[in-house]
């Protein structure tokens, strides 16, 4: 009875994979539709990890996945009876999963059902408003620190990439938080020597090495971690938030031109400005323009079949 079954769920798979082979060979374009879908179901595998990453749920779902193998690997090798209490556990275990995500599920339902469906997956649209929340960070870690006079380099990459720089330092893949940028910049700690590289809304390394900048119109009194920031905003567009160890006063040096002294209020203008308000806009112009673009393209194609109608008709 088990074997008949077995045979017979083996046989269904491979007539569906003849079915499938023979219509990319009647038709081509059915294998765009093959890839298509195989990507889908690819992705929605990536959003569902990454949502369930690091929650209680991680542990449960490398325990169903396991399942699922051993019951593959037991059909595949004939193990009738181990592949049918598998199979069972497997059955019964839909009914399981529903109980015990039902929180989980009923948060994504929720969420799928709100007009939020790209955080859904992850696709947060609003990239500007978590960015303010990193400057935000950034400026409050600055503040202590320059309260307690704590040596800091902290660089914010903008559009131009300085992987070869961020390759310098120890990865670390964390998220922003005031919090650990105080903690990296501690005296006498193994990071603390060295720059801190915030890249894609991520602290992407601590202790990278910046190219000192060489100019000789810099002012002399200034020492290595100033020069390094003005380097490095010479050699990118990046934007770096020095704080002075000797005086606990916090610059930032962008464009190769250091502005010395900025308070509290004048470093989140600054950061903001550059960062968030400049940047996502020129995105935001540059997209209407090609939409705009497009538009008068469209419109004037338009036009000039109605006025071949025209001219036929007469």
């Keep these: ?3 008949s079954i077995n045979s017979s769920g083996t046989s269904s798979y491979s007539e569906s994979l003849l079915d499938v082979l023979r219509s990319v060979s009647e038709n081509p374009l059915n294998l765009v539709t093959i890839i298509l879908d195989a990507v889908i179901v690819l992705f929605l595998l990536y959003c569902f990890v990454r949502i369930v990453k690091g929650s209680r749920a991680w542990q449960l779902i490398k325990g169903i996945a ?35 995500f ?45 309260k307690s006079k704590t040596g800091a380099l902290i660089v914010i990459e903008r559009d131009i990439n300085i992987q ?9 893949n964390s998220e ?24 894609n809304n991520k602290i992407a390394a601590a202790a990278c090495v ?33 704080v002075s160890e000797e005086t606990g006063k916090i610059s930032v040096a962008k464009d190769g031109t250091l502005i010395a002294d900025v308070r509290e209020d004048v470093l989140k203008k600054i950061l903001i400005s550059n960062i968030v308000t400049k940047r996502f806009t020129e995105k935001t112009l540059e997209n209407k323009s090609k939409f705009s673009k497009l538009k008068q393209r469209l419109v004037k194609e338009k036009e000039k079949e109605e006025i071949k109608e025209k001219y036929e008709d007469n």
Excluded: C
């Design 1 to 3: 009875m088990v074997g």
């Design 66 to 100: 396991f399942l699922i193998i051993a019951t593959w690997i037991s059909r595949l090798l004939n193990l009738y009876i181990l592949n049918s209490i598998l199979t069972g556990i497997m059955n019964w275990g839909v009914i399981a999963i529903i109980v015990i």
């Design 102 to 146: 039902q929180p989980e599920l009923r948060r994504a339902l929720e969420q799928l059902g709100t007009n939020k469906f790209t955080r859904f997956f992850g696709l947060n649209s609003d990239i500007a408003t978590k960015t303010k929340e990193d400057i935000y960070k950034v400026v409050i870690a600055a503040t202590e620190l320059a």
């Design 164 to 172: 070869d720089i961020i390759s310098t330092g120890v990865p670390m």
């Design 176 to 199: 922003v938080s005031p919090q650990l940028l105080v903690n990296i910049f501690v005296p006498k700690t193994p990071l603390h020597d060295g720059a801190v590289i915030i890249s």
């Design 210 to 242: 910046l190219p000192l900048a060489d100019d000789p119109d810099i002012a002399k009194e200034l020492g290595t971690r100033h020069r390094a920031a003005i380097g490095v905003s010479k050699e990118s567009d990046s934007i770096v938030v020095v």
